[in-house]
């Protein structure tokens, strides 16, 4: 049975939910009690519902064998040489930073360089500043990128914000989304203080879903569904009747125009009029960036086009799933271009 872990905290479990059923990945669940129900959409599979800060684990020793978390705690807890790969990098919701964030009352400490001043100011000084995080590895290695060097971290698992006022922290690095509640906690971000810029991922476990068959398959149907739908979400098929001598002269018109003559170029069809007569019309059809849109529609129209309709495309798909070449190449020990093993790039 292929095992889905999915956050339960409610906003980012709505989200889910909300995205695997626009793929068609439906998931059935009794009650908001419920721990476990079945997804429709791919057979034997089962939804495991799990707090966020437990799924990363979860999925690395098998017990789940995917999982949908923000990409900032799977970064911070991947586990060098283990089995979790990054299946999709970007499920379009749960968009956040991991940023640091300092008091209102440090005026003079504007971006992350003042910070590694202040930092050496107060190492001069017998002590350390102290960061209050829940991501102390992200958090370790950012800060020495930044030439701060003088620190220590204080793993906080409440409510960070409040670290600085309680007097256990200097400042923060927390996730911040509004940054309404860093406000009204007296902080403040600061310039180049983003550690992290996060979003919902998909991660699996390679050994598990490798290692068996109907695993293997079934990965590979909901890498399809799901790639397709993102595919998809960014594209619209535009369609037109235009008169014409033959399909060729109306390719050629609507190829003028490269950005908006289709994905690969136009589908044109001949169209049977129900009035008779000599003229030709053919129906021309287009895929179509969203942002082009409109840019389409002006084009089929100075052509002549008539009956003009839009719709959104449901999947979009390629000859792979990006997803399933990165199980492969996991499998094979490919390197990062292939998209492996999430440790190696944490």
């Known amino acids: 049975m292929l095992r889905f872990a999915l956050p339960s905290n409610v906003e980012m479990q709505d989200a889910t939910m909300g995205f695997l059923a626009s793929c068609g990945l439906t998931v059935e669940r009794s009650s908001s009690r419920s721990l476990s129900a079945p997804v429709r959409g791919v057979p034997e599979s089962i939804a495991l519902f799990q707090r966020s800060v437990d799924i990363p684990a979860k999925v690395e020793e098998g017990t789940a064998d995917l999982g949908v978390v923000g990409l900032d705690r799977s970064m911070e807890d991947a586990v060098e040489g283990g089995d979790t790969v990054l299946l999709v990098d970007d499920l379009g919701f749960g968009r956040c930073e991991l940023a640091v964030a300092v008091p209102d009352a440090w005026v003079d400490v504007s971006s992350v360089f003042d910070l590694a001043d202040l930092s050496a100011s107060f190492r001069e000084k017998g002590r350390e500043l102290r960061v209050a995080t829940k991501y102390p590895r992200l958090v370790r290695r950012f800060l020495y990128s930044r030439g701060l060097n003088y620190f220590a971290l204080v793993e906080a698992a409440g409510a960070v914000e409040a670290a600085p006022l309680m007097g256990y922290a200097d400042f923060i690095a927390d996730i911040i989304e509004s940054g309404a509640t860093i406000r009204e906690n007296r902080l403040k971000t600061i310039a180049e203080g983003t550690v992290l810029s996060s979003q919902a991922v998909l991660i699996g476990n390679g050994r ?42 109306v390719a050629a018109a609507v190829l003028k125009e490269p950005d908006v003559s ?13 009035s008779g007569g000599e003229e030709r019309w053919f129906a021309v059809t287009v895929g179509v960036e969203r942002g082009k849109l409109v840019s389409a529609v002006s084009h089929l129209r100075r052509m002549g086009g008539s009956s003009i309709t839009t719709s959104p495309i449901a999947y979009a798909f390629t000859t792979e799933p990006e997803g399933y070449r990165r199980l492969l190449a996991a499998r094979n020990g490919g390197g990062d271009g292939g ?5 190696r790039g944490a």
């Open 208 to 249: 598990t879903l490798m290692e068996d068959s109907a695993k293997r398959e079934a990965v590979r149907s909901v890498l399809e569904l799901v790639e397709g739908r993102l595919r998809a979400q960014s594209f619209y098929l535009v369609t037109a009747n235009i008169r014409g001598a033959s399909e060729e002269e």
């Open 262 to 274: 289709g994905i690969q170029g136009p589908t044109i069809a001949r169209v049977y009029s129900k």
């Open 339 to 343: 998209g492996a093993r999430l440790a």
